[in-house]
T-cell receptor
Framework: DVKVTQSSRYLVKRTGEKVFLECVQD?????MFWYRQDPGLGLRLIYF???????EKGDIPEGYSVSREKKERFSLILESASTNQTSMYLC?????????????FGDGTRLSIL | GQQVMQIPQYQHVQEGEDFTTYCNSS?????IQWYKQRPGGHPVFLIQ?????EVKKQKRLTFQFGEAKKNSSLHITATQTTDVGTYFC????????????FGGGTRVLVKP
């Protein structure tokens, strides 16, 4: 079974802090994704990566950056956290043939920015 | 931007009854996937539809892809308490670089 592990289940940070959310997958998947989930809005794609050191903007990249130094790890960075970034963050991965493969999700990190 | 709309946002169902959730896209989809997220859990893949007019069944769940590949539906018969959760459709659009675009989800509550 694919295992996608997110470093924290719950996180509380202050406005202006730099926040790191970590995600690790154990299935050698090429594709990794970061989404945020808000009630009624579904999952919105922040950034994704098709390979090590490669990244592409999703639908809502503003205020975020990412890092993929190793194939199994994909980090989401909030450069200067703001209260409107309070949300549930979900990481996902899929194999290279992403067009026809399901995405496998981690358990999520519920981030609160005070 | 490209959108995938899902209705209803909430569905209260009496145990044993049937219900349907609908997914509509502003553009033609290459394929569509459905996911289920249990309360407190993460989205889990259910199924993918690729062909125009395709119908697939998983026990009490029936998934359908529209002829124009712009809409899809999930029908659940004889709802059980284990069906509680949020159901998401996610469409893949060539115009969006083949990224998955998720609908807002239908949150299903079952009354015993």
């Amino acid at each position: 079974d694919v295992k996608v592990t997110q470093s924290s289940r719950y996180l509380v940070k202050r406005t202006g802090e730099k926040v790191f959310l970590e995600c690790v997958q154990d299935m050698d998947h090429e594709n990794m994704f970061w989404y945020r989930q808000d009630p009624g809005l579904g999952l919105r794609l922040i950034y994704f990566s098709y390979d090590v050191k490669m990244k592409e903007k999703g639908d809502i990249p503003e205020g975020y950056s990412v890092s993929r130094e190793k194939k199994e790890r994909f980090s989401l960075i909030l450069e200067s956290a703001s209260t409107n970034q309070t949300s549930m963050y979900l990481c996902a991965s899929s194999p290279w043939d992403g067009d026809n493969q399901p995405q496998h999700f981690g358990d999520g990190t519920r981030l609160s920015i005070l | 931007g490209q959108q995938v709309m899902q209705i209803p946002q909430y569905q209260h169902v009496q145990e044993g009854e049937d219900f349907t959730t609908y997914c509509n896209s502003s553009t033609t989809l290459s394929n569509i996937q459905w996911y289920k997220q249990r309360p407190g859990g993460h989205p889990v893949f259910l199924i993918q539809l690729v062909k125009s007019g395709e119908v697939k069944k998983q026990k009490r769940l029936t998934f359908q892809f529209g002829e124009a590949k712009k809409n899809s539906s999930l029908h659940i018969t004889a709802t059980q308490t284990t069906d509680v959760g949020t159901y998401f459709c996610a469409g893949r659009m060539k115009a969006a670089g083949n990224k998955l675009t998720f609908g807002g989800g239908t949150r299903v509550l079952v009354k015993p």
